[in-house]
């Protein structure tokens, strides 16, 4: 049995991330009267992947830089920020998703 602990790995938390920020954002976007192609989205699958992508990218960049674990860490911050229960459109629109997340 102790061979099954090995194959178990932890939830990623930039999935957490992407998912707290894909309702967040679909909210104020419902709330503007808009949808996710006005945001620059076939839809919130679309979100999700750019999301995803963003997490995969800064990754490697941090893996060649010396940041190890700090994309983790900027996901789990904005996983808990994105899904608060007093979480405002501004919390998502003023995330600076092109900086290094080991500068946030």
């Not at 707290?20 to 808009?34: H, I, Q, R, V």
């Not at 992508?53 to 994309?71: C, K, L, S």
């Amino acid at each position: 049995m102790l061979w099954l602990l090995a194959c178990v790995t932890q939830p990623d938390p930039c999935l957490a991330m992407c998912e707290a920020g894909a309702a967040l954002y679909g909210g104020c976007l419902a709330e503007w009267g808009a949808d996710w192609t006005a945001a620059g989205y076939a839809d919130e699958d679309d979100f999700l992947d750019a999301c995803d992508t963003w997490a995969f990218e800064w990754r490697q960049i941090e893996a060649v830089d010396g940041h190890e674990g700090q994309t983790d860490a900027t996901c789990v911050a904005r996983a808990e920020q994105f899904s608060a229960s007093t979480a405002t459109c501004d919390d998502f629109t003023s995330t600076d998703w092109n900086s290094a997340p080991w500068l946030d």
